[in-house]
């Protein structure tokens, strides 16, 4: 069957590869499950492995399958795989338990290990082929009614990690009763955490660079109560003067400079995520630093950063993709801007992912099957 590999350290490798369609078997204790690819997201993590910048080969292999962000129909199941049937919707989780505590007790998303396991990013082929097998532990079923837009779960459940770190942290206040959000960063990431938020009654500030008119990405802030900026006409710590200071800020601009900003537009008690992975060496030497170690002890402030996902997440996840089309009908297809059909068109996929601002694009995927 057909996939879509790199090799992996090397610059523009990406290409088709045939592989041997995968069996059953492979899945040791009947756990099995066969699942035939419908469509698979790309993101700047392929077009970053693409780059050649990350991205580790599977043991006996001298390239990697791409693709994390999955969604998929079952074609086939082990003996003891009663939570799902052939032909119910499913998307994979992307990383795998590796050796530590943490990895052990089904939180693989806080492992220890130096060296990890994640589908279509290291050690483990992805999801951009025909089909894939998996056990069944690592899948989640899908309900058809969100079929259309499950193949944006996965990134959704980075955010869902996040949002559910804040308010277990928050438990320290035992009572909290945040209003107000700022979102930094308006890409596909940002979206969707305006969107979760927007879920949970948040009043979202989100904050982008292009500005506001005529903006795909701005129009849908805005399509669900959020307000936009754009940064290069308001600041972040500039906008607490217009929004007022922020319980809850989430960062996914991959600009680290910002976070400092973010930093003095906290509420008292508030709590700063941070997202992006910023693998550049830039550095910043305009920092208040007495200003914002006393606002951070004076009111008792947290910043925490956040990673990958586990089970409980992307079943959040599924929740949120449900409530979505029950209280905006419609508004994450829109962020689903291009589709490319089938695999071998994967020269599309990345010219996409590589001039996105050229395209308008947010979202752009294969569809491999129908
Ligand atoms: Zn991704």
Not at 23 to 51: Q, S
Not at 266 to 271: A, H, S, T, V, Y
Request: net charge neutral; hydrophobic share 40%.
């Amino acid at each position: 069957m057909k996939a879509i590999a790199v090799t992996p350290k090397t610059a523009n490798s990406v290409r088709v590869v045939e592989v041997d369609k995968p069996k059953l078997t492979e899945i040791k204790d009947g756990r099995g499950v066969l699942v035939e690819v419908l469509r698979v997201g790309a993101c700047g993590t392929d077009r970053e492995i693409n780059a050649g910048e990350y991205g580790v080969a599977p043991k006996g292999f001298d390239f990697l399958v791409l693709g994390h962000e999955n969604f998929g129909r079952v074609a086939q199941i082990g003996e003891n795989v009663k939570e799902l049937t052939v032909g119910d919707f499913v998307v994979a989780s992307v990383r795998r338990p590796g050796r530590s505590f943490y990895d052990k007790i089904g939180t693989p998303d806080f492992t220890t290990d130096d060296k990890y396991y994640e589908r279509g990013i290291s050690r483990l082929h992805g999801f951009m082929s025909e089909f894939y097998a998996e056990s069944a532990d690592f899948l989640v079923k899908i309900p058809p009614a969100i079929a259309n837009i499950a193949v944006l779960l996965e990134p959704l459940s980075i955010i869902e990690k996040g949002l559910k770190q804040a308010s277990d942290i928050q438990e320290r206040l035992k009572i909290w009763r945040p209003k107000t959000a700022a979102v930094l960063g308006t890409g596909s990431v940002g979206l969707l955490t305006t969107l979760a938020l927007r879920l949970r009654g948040y009043e979202v500030h989100g904050f982008g660079k292009d500005k506001g008119k005529g903006y795909l990405n701005a129009e849908l802030c805005e399509a669900i109560g959020a307000t936009y900026d754009s940064t290069l006409e308001l600041s972040v710590t500039e906008s607490v003067k217009k929004y007022g200071e922020y319980d809850l800020i989430f960062e996914c601009t991959g600009y680290s400079p910002i976070i400092f900003d973010a930093m003095q537009s906290l509420n008292q008690n508030g709590i700063l995520i941070l997202s992006s992975v910023t693998g550049g060496k830039r550095k910043t030497d305009k920092v208040p630093s007495d200003k914002i170690n006393q606002q951070f002890v004076l009111g008792n402030r947290i910043m925490f950063g956040t990673v990958n996902a586990n089970r409980e997440h992307f079943e959040l996840g599924v929740k949120d993709l449900a409530l979505s089309e029950a209280m905006y009908q419609g508004w994450l297809s829109r962020m689903l801007t291009h589709k490319v059909e089938g695999l071998e068109n994967y020269e599309k996929v990345f010219d996409i992912l590589n001039n996105a601002a050229k395209y308008n694009a947010i979202k752009v995927y294969f569809e491999v099957n129908k």
